[in-house]
């Protein structure tokens, strides 16, 4: 008999072969079956009337056995697949479970800072402007990239699950676009988490975050010159200069080799005059 398997069955028809034993027999019959399922290898000794009438019944009992064997090995598979698909036990699933907690030792983020993000975002997505936002990872988890505030953005579920690899992060130009109060609310922001050094995404966003104060500052460079320009032609003049590259990590007049601002306006100026007026440009970040 099997480990942990407490009981047997002895079928009613058995009755006909007791019934056939002398009492003497019929009880040795019952102490062989009870020792027979307790695996104590019982021996009939040459008592063959005993060994016909056991015989049938010990098929019975094997047979039973193996019933119960199967509908056991049956019942742990389907309890193996029930905590699997409990806990997602897939290879995938482990592996982004695996993922997520590298990417949170490399930083974490509260529920509070992730709605703050998306408030200054205004609720949407930053490429795209949907309102159907998830949470994205601007440098993938799969990538390295950390959990903490600093590597995330709003994206809508049409721009998340599209994106690939692409590692870009559309809320610095989403920024861009807007009021200085969100810039200083998303430096806050993510200033909170910047300790965690090893997070990369903190450098770029850095590296970002620079191109618009350097921007900031050519532009005080321009103030000495509102008199002489007037402001039309300074605020053209800065938009095309502060044009940004593809990487949005330089912007036109940083990757000039050579740059004299009085000359350059200078010639802007002749230019236009030549030109006869440069094209009305609808909006700029450019204040004096
Ligand atoms: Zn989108």
Redesign the pocket.
Known sequence: MAENKKSFILYCDLLGTISKLPDDQAGKLFKHILEYVNDKDPKIDDNLLLEVAFEPIKQTLKRDLQDWERKREARSAAGKKGMESKWGNSDAALLRSERMSEARKKGTHTKEQWKRLIEICENK?V??G?EDIVKDHIKPIYQGGSDSINNLQP??K??NSSKGADSTNYIMQFLQKMPNKSNIAYQELTKITVSDSVNESVNVKVKENNIVDRKLKFSETLSPFLETYGRDMLNEFYRYWTEPNKSNTKFRMELERTWDLKRRLDTWDKNQKIIGGAPKVEKTNFKI
Do not use: D, T, V, Y
């Open positions: 997505c490429k795209c949907n994206l809508c049409f721009c």
